[in-house]
Nanobody, 114 residues
């Protein structure tokens, strides 16, 4: 399983950004997908999660502002981020769980600054 994140960049506070996580096709529909964020000097933290059945969960800071989704026909997961705040900055990683193993992408950088 290979994961490639994209869509990061510079966004102003209050702005929006959508991240993508493209996965190798092998049974993409099987396994949960999770977005994590790692800010400088901090541990990686969970941002949003979606099961293979489409059930979603969010961190308290993401709830109401971020939306995670997956398109099993495109083998891609998304993280729509709205009303971004400076504390949303960091490297965003996608993780896929597949038959008891975790697979990670290389991450995409998000900077929130005016």
């Amino acid at each position: 399983v290979q994961l490639v994140e994209s869509g990061g960049g510079l966004v102003q506070p209050g702005g929006s950004l959508t991240l993508s996580c493209a996965a190798s096709p092998s049974q993409f529909r099987i396994g949960a997908l999770t977005w994590f964020r790692q800010a400088p000097g901090k541990e990686r933290e969970l941002v949003a999660h979606i099961t293979s059945g489409g059930v979603t969960g969010y961190s308290d800071s993401a709830k109401g502002r971020f939306t995670i989704s997956r398109d099993n026909t495109e083998n891609t997961a998304y993280l729509q981020m709205n009303r971004q705040q400076p504390e949303d900055a960091g490297i965003y990683y996608c993780r896929k769980q597949y038959f008891g193993s975790d697979y990670w992408g290389q991450g995409t950088q998000v900077t929130v600054s005016s």
